[in-house]
């Protein structure tokens, strides 16, 4: 079955530290997406891309880096620079224009 | 820029009620609007769209019609059940951007 795959469910890194959070896709979307998700405030977006090796930032990009070397990947990076990164970060993919996104399962990241 | 803005929860029910959930949007071009349902611990799933104005979204009993004239789009499901518990996301995707914009979400909790 086609679908997104986010790795680790849970994550929990010190403070100081960069971490990764993996996204994978296998339903040949051009364009993902990372959100982040804070309770009472609903999904913000982090980074996308529309295309292989090109991304643009959203609206809460800093402290934040991604790549897109190949397109069934979009890695996130949550860096020692992200203020407040303990959250419920969410991956999706679409096959681009007006289509429905698609979304992982989320990954749950706990910073102490 | 655009926007969404969905009824604050959280909404308790009982089985068998009637559940709505307003949503209303600001856009300035023609845009495509969603609902999302999050489970507990998942991702979000696409619930219903629709695509142009009087179009009407449907699905599980859900229904949603794309109002231009009210700039609304609320979720109306006549007799819930408890496995509808869950959060509920109206957003909605502009003609010329790749990106949704999502309401905050509304916890919806229905008890047997």
């Known amino acids: 079955d086609g679908g997104i795959t986010q790795s680790p469910k849970y994550l929990f890194r010190k403070e100081g530290q960069n971490v990764t959070l993996s996204c994978e896709q296998n339903?040949?979307?051009?364009?993902m997406y990372w959100y982040r998700q804070d309770p009472g405030q609903g999904l913000r977006l982090i980074y996308y891309?529309?295309?292989?090796?090109?991304?643009q930032k959203g609206d809460i990009a800093e402290g934040y880096s991604v790549s897109r070397e190949k397109k069934e990947s979009f890695p996130l990076t949550v860096t020692s620079a992200q203020k407040n990164p303990t959250a419920f970060y969410l991956c999706?993919?679409?096959?681009?224009?007006?289509?429905?996104?698609?979304f992982g399962n989320g990954t749950r990241l706990t910073v102490t | 820029g655009d926007s969404v803005t969905q009824m604050e929860g959280p909404v308790t029910l009982s089985e068998e009620a009637f559940l709505t959930i307003n949503c209303t949007y600001t856009?300035?071009?023609?845009?495509?609007l969603f609902w999302y349902v999050q489970y507990p611990g998942e991702g979000l799933q696409l619930l219903l769209k629709?695509?142009?104005?009087?179009d009407k979204g449907s699905n599980k009993g859900f229904e949603a019609t794309y109002r231009k004239e009210t700039t609304s789009f609320h979720l109306e499901k006549g007799s819930v059940q408890v496995s509808d518990s869950a959060v509920y996301f109206c957003?909605?995707?502009?003609?010329?951007?790749?990106?949704?914009?999502f309401g905050a979400g509304t916890t919806v909790t229905v008890r047997a």
């Open positions: 999706a993919s679409s096959g681009g224009g007006q289509s429905p996104l698609h």
């Open positions: 339903l040949n979307h051009d364009a």
């Open positions: 891309s529309q295309i292989v090796n090109d991304f």
């Open positions: 856009a300035t071009g023609y845009p495509s």
């Open positions: 629709a695509t142009k104005a009087d």
């Open positions: 957003a909605l995707s502009d003609w010329n951007d790749y990106k949704l914009s």
